[in-house]
């Protein structure tokens, strides 16, 4: 057998934690696979470096019964190893039955300078556990939004040595991308830890801050978290649309972004452009936004030009299109 099928290793620091138990540090084992014929299974150990203390976990794995399976990848997850904090591992991967050579391994220290946490979406709280080594001081844990500081979220909780599990509640109201913990020891020294930094529905939610002011007509977006990239004025003509960009409206993304004296028509909307994607929100499309009186605009049905009597929520315009100053007037759509 070749040593290729044996692909990756990979080990990290989990907390698991049990209501009546407090929570206790594990080390998870990951292993990249491709699938062979002679495979049955796979093992996993891990040896303290410390005390040569041994644990071994086997996986097996389905005998691959036709030739379409050879050649396949395959993750496989083992369960929970027990460590304890700031101690030396050497972890192990191994086939069954073993062949020579067929083998990888790595160190793995678990720190003791790390923060292990646990989100609880239902009670929106991160638990965070700030692990203890012989000695150590007391923690001081709290929220804080990550910008070019950290700006503090709440108040702080101090962890202090005596406690069993060091496990403190912090709660959130709002997931957000740059929502992070940390704890500071006495001489200084932070570490911090980011729950949602990559989490798909806190990004989404950096775009619903969009705004309309009534009285001086200005469409505003401010980021609740540091954001790099363009957003712009874009014209979606009906449900499902593509959203056309408009020329000379965009903008770079660094703090609060203002477009004055915009119309508020359903189908203006904003779009932003990051490195995570692009995303569109269109905050006049269900009309929640008070705007002035009555009047006589210029509207578009079915592709052709026509004057109509305006709705409540238009106003006097020049041009189809809204228009921003004092830049020069946004040009017609093109359909």
Known sequence: MSRSVLEALTSYTAMQCIPSDGCSLFLRVRASITLHEHLRGLEACTVSLDTQETQCQSVWVARVSHRQQMG????????????????????????????????????????????????DRRRKAILVQVPRASGSPDYYVRLCHKRFTCED??????????????????????????????????DAVRIQICPFENDTEALEVLWDTVYYHPRSQTLSWEPTCPVSGHVSLCWRPGPGASCRKLQRSSQLVHRRVQYPLVDTQPQLCLKFSTSWGSWVRCPFEQRRFPTPPTSRCTCVTGGSHSSLPANPHSRPTRSLQPQVTPQPPLPLPSW
């Open 72 to 119: 396949q990848q395959l993750q496989v997850y083992f369960g929970c190893f027990a460590v304890s904090v700031a101690q030396h591992l050497y972890v192990t991967l191994r086939t069954i039955p073993h062949f020579c050579g067929v083998q990888l391994d790595q160190k793995h220290l678990v720190e003791a300078g790390k923060l292990s946490y646990w989100v």
């Open 153 to 186: 979220v709440g108040a702080p909780v101090q962890v202090t040595a005596n406690n069993v599990s060091r496990v403190v509640s912090l709660p959130y109201s709002q997931e957000l991308p740059c929502l992070c913990g940390w704890s500071a020891t006495p």
